[in-house]
C-alpha cells in the first residue's frame, strides 16, 4: 500500500521522523544522565511505547488507567500520573499490577488512602506526591508535602517513590528565556521540597514533565526524571516552542474539496480529525510545503485562507501539521505508518479513547 | 447496571430527554410542513437516528460518507452533504446506493464531474447546490447557482434536486433578532436562487441547517427541509442560544480528583473527554445541579474554578454538560444509555472517527 492509496482524512505517521525524535531524546537524557519515562498519552500506541522502551527509556507515563493497560508493554515499569479512585479503577489498578510495575500519583489524604487498598504490606504501592509548580492545576504546594509523605509513612502498603510535577505553564511562555526559568524554578521546588521530607532525599525521584522545558530541565541538575510525551511526533505548538518543522512526524493527509475563492480553499479534515484543543487564532494545521495554515475549522471542514492565492485546487491532496498532536491521534483509531519509500502500513492507536 | 456503577469519564445520555427533543422537533417540522432531515453528525448512532426516522423524518443528512455506511438505517434516504471526491468514496458511495436513496452535494465543476462517475443513466445520482448563505465556509454564492445547474443538467447520471446550505454564523449571533435575520436572509437566497434556475423552482429542495436558527427557518416560509443535528442532546452552546438546559440530554459523568484550593477542584475529564471544540473562554462544560463551570481542561484534567468555595470533594461525582456536544460524542466509543429509573445500558457510537 503507497499513501496514494489511503482515503483522506487519514492520519500518517511518518515512522523515520518518530524514531529520530525518539532517538534524540534518549540520547540526550543518558548524556544528561537524566531518566526518561515518556508520556504514552501521545502516541497511545504500543508499538512507539516499545520503541521508546528499545531505545533506553526507564519506564511510561500514562495519564490513566485503561491507557496503561492497553500501551505499556508487559513487564515495563509504569507511571499512571494521576489520582486513581474508586473501586473499579483501584481493581484494575491491581489487576494492572500482575504484569507491569506501577507507580502512581497522590494530592490529597483521599487519594493516599485509596491508593493504600490497591498496595500490599508484601508488594507496596510505591507513589509520588504531585506538586503544583505553577500549572495550578492538581498537585500541592511544596509547603504541603512533608504532611502528605508523613500520611504515606503510616501506610504500610504504600512507598514513598518521589515526587512529580508538570510544567504545563510552559506552553504560555514567549520566551526561550521564560521556559528557562520555568524549568529551573520546577526542579529547584522539587529539590526543595524533597529535602524538607528526608535526610535520604537523594534517593527520591523527582520526575518533571513537558517537552518544550526538557533542554532546561536537563541542565537545570536536580531532576532524576524527564516524562515528555509531544516529542514523538511534535507538532506546530511545539514549533513555536523551539522545536523544527523538519521533527514533525504526524501529519493529517486531506484532500481540497472546494476552493470558493482565490484565497480560501476548504479541506476534507475539520476539528473531528485535526482537533481544537488549544489552538491559537488562525492556527490549526500547517500545510506541509504550502505558506498556508487551515485557519479555521468546523467538525467537517478545515478552511485555508490567506491574503492572496492559495493556488490549490479541487481534489488535491495536501498533508498537515495540527497545532496539538496529541488529541489527533486520539481522534484516530489507527494511523497510517509511512516508510522513506512511500510504503504505509495500518497501525492501531491501541489507546485511543482510553480516559478511564 | 446503574449509574452509580459506571468508571468514569463516560458519556451518559439521558434516553427520555434525547427522544422528547426528537419528538419536539419533528413535530415542529410537522406542523409547518417542512421536511426533517436531522444530521446524524450529532449522534453518530444508529439508534438515534432510527429514532429520527421512527418520529417522522425523511431521512437523514450525514456529514461523509463512512458516516452514512454506519449509521443510516438500511432503506432511508440519505443527504452526503459534502463533495465525494476520489476514486476509493465514489466507490463506496456507489455501495451506499444499494441499500439507500443518497443524494449528495456539489460545488464546483471538479465536484460534478465526480459525481457524474457515481450515477448511472439509468439510476442518475440525485445532487444538491451547496450555496454560501454566510458562514464562508465551502458552497458557491447565489450568482453562480445558474451556471453549476447548467452543467448538472449536462449530465445524463445527475439529477438536479435542489439547494442546501449551513447557516454555521448563526452561531456567533448574539441575539434571537440576529438569529431571526440569519434564518430569514437565507431562505430567501435560496429561493431567489431557485427561481433562477428554473420555473418549476418549487419542485426543487431548498434545504437549511443549524439547530439555533429552526424556529426562524421555520417562520421564514420557503424552506422545504431542515437538517438541524445538535437539537437531539442540546448542549451549553445550543442552552446561549435560546434552548433550555432541561433539554440536555449528553452528560459526562466524571469525579473529582483534586481539590487543590477551595475556588479550584479538578475533575477526571479533559479535553479528550469533553472536547475543547468551539469552547469560549470559561465555559468547557456546566456542573450539573451546581452553579459551577470546567472553566479551563487539558487533556485529562478539567479544572473547575469559582470565584468562592466550590463545595466539591474528592471522589465526589459529577455530571457534565459540554460546551459543544458533537465532537463529545464522536470522541466515545460508547455511551452509558440512561433510563428514568437511573438503570443504563451501553449502546456504540457506530459512527465514531467516521470522517472518511
Redesign the interface.
Known amino acids: 500500500m503507497r499513501i496514494d492509496d489511503l ?4 492520519l500518517v505517521i511518518d515512522e523515520a521522523l518518530a524514531l529520530a525524535n525518539i532517538a534524540a531524546m534518549a540520547r540526550a537524557c543518558a548524556d544528561a544522565g537524566v531518566a526518561l519515562r515518556p508520556h504514552a ?1 501521545t502516541h497511545k500506541s504500543l508499538l512507539f511505547s516499545q520503541a521508546q522502551m528499545d531505545a533506553g527509556a526507564v519506564g511510561l507515563t500514562c ?2 488507567v485503561s491507557e496503561a493497560e492497553r500501551v505499556a508493554p508487559a513487564g515495563s515499569s509504569v507511571f499512571v500520573a ?2 486513581v ?2 473501586e ?2 483501584r481493581r484494575r489498578l491491581a489487576a494492572l499490577r500482575e504484569r507491569n510495575d506501577v507507580i502512581t500519583g497522590v ?2 489524604a ?2 493516599i488512602a ?1 491508593a493504600a487498598l490497591v498496595g500490599t504490606r508484601a508488594n507496596p504501592l510505591p507513589v509520588r506526591i504531585e506538586v ?1 509548580t505553577g500549572t ?5 504546594s511544596p509547603a504541603e508535602v512533608p504532611s502528605l509523605a508523613v500520611q504515606i509513612g503510616r501506610c504500610p502498603t504504600l512507598r514513598l517513590d518521589g515526587l512529580y510535577s508538570f510544567e ?1 505553564h510552559v506552553y504560555n511562555s514567549s520566551s526561550a528565556a521564560e521556559r528557562e526559568r520555568i524549568a529551573r524554578d520546577a526542579v529547584a521546588l522539587l529539590v526543595e521540597a524533597s529535602r524538607a521530607i528526608t535526610s535520604d532525599w537523594e534517593a527520591l525521584a523527582r520526575s518533571v514533565g513537558a517537552t518544550p522545558a526538557v533542554p532546561y530541565y536537563l541542565r537545570a541538575a536536580g531532576a532524576t526524571e524527564l516524562r515528555p510525551g509531544a516529542y514523538v511526533f511534535m507538532d506546530a505548538n511545539q514549533v513555536s516552542l523551539g522545536a523544527y518543522w523538519e521533527q514533525c512526524a504526524a501529519t493529517v493527509l486531506a ?1 481540497v ?4 475563492t482565490e484565497s ?1 480553499a ?1 479541506v ?6 485535526l ?5 491559537p487564532r488562525g492556527k490549526v494545521a500547517r500545510v506541509l510545503g504550502h505558506n498556508l495554515w487551515v485557519t479555521r475549522a ?4 478545515g ?1 485555508i485562507e490567506c491574503k492572496g492565492d492559495h493556488g490549490l ?3 488535491q491532496r495536501v498533508r498537515l501539521v495540527p497545532w496539538h498532536v ?2 489527533v491521534v ?4 489507527r494511523f497510517a505508518l509511512l516508510a522513506p519509500d512511500s510504503g504505509v502500513r495500518w497501525c492501531p492507536v491501541d489507546g485511543r ?1 482510553c ?2
Open positions: 482515503d483522506t482524512p487519514c498519552k495519564a490513566k494521576y489520582q479512585l474508586g473499579g479503577k494530592d490529597s483521599h487519594a485509596e503544583d495550578h492545576r492538581t498537585g500541592v504545563g484532500t474539496v472546494s476552493t470558493p480560501r476548504v476534507d479534515a475539520g476539528t473531528k480529525t482537533a481544537a484543543d488549544g489552538v468546523s467538525e467537517e471542514h478552511i485546487s479541487v481534489g496529541c488529541p486520539n481522534l484516530a483509531d479513547g480516559s478511564a
